[in-house]
Nanobody
Framework: QVQLVESGGGLVQPGGSLRLSCAASGSIFSIYGMGWYRQAPGKQRELVAGITRSGATNYADSVKGRFTISRDNAKNTLYLQMNSLKPEDTAVYYC???????????????WGQGTQVTVSS
């Protein structure tokens, strides 16, 4: 069974940094696009950053220049380096992956369980 497990969230002061990780486990044939989303209380889930298997990236305007998405295909792991954090970055951050499980001819979309990021003094 395929799972995405996030880690690295926590409480940080404004201006601080955090690094999120998302490890994909299970019988995986290949992982295609991956991304980080976030959802603040009372708001819709939004895309923070995405990355293709070949490494092409895209970012929400609100995080450009502060966040960096990356991946390690050999480890089936996705990262999000978050610098210069602001209180408005406070949210639950979710990992998302488009992948093909072993023995299956189609792709499925998976979500992690989420990790809380709180930016506050």
């Amino acid at each position: 069974q395929v799972q995405l497990v996030e880690s690295g969230g926590g409480l940080v002061q404004p201006g601080g940094s955090l690094r999120l990780s998302c490890a994909a486990s299970g019988s995986i044939f290949s992982i295609y696009g991956m991304g980080w989303y976030r959802q603040a209380p009372g708001k819709q889930r939004e895309l923070v950053a995405g990355i293709t298997r070949s490494g092409a990236t895209n970012y929400a305007d609100s995080v450009k220049g502060r966040f960096t998405i990356s991946r390690d295909n050999a480890k089936n792991t996705l990262y999000l380096q978050m610098n210069s954090l602001k209180p408005e970055d406070t949210a639950v951050y979710y990992c998302n992956a488009d992948l093909r499980p072993e023995g299956v001819a189609v792709r499925y979309n998976y979500w992690g369980q989420g990790t809380q990021v709180t930016v506050s003094s």
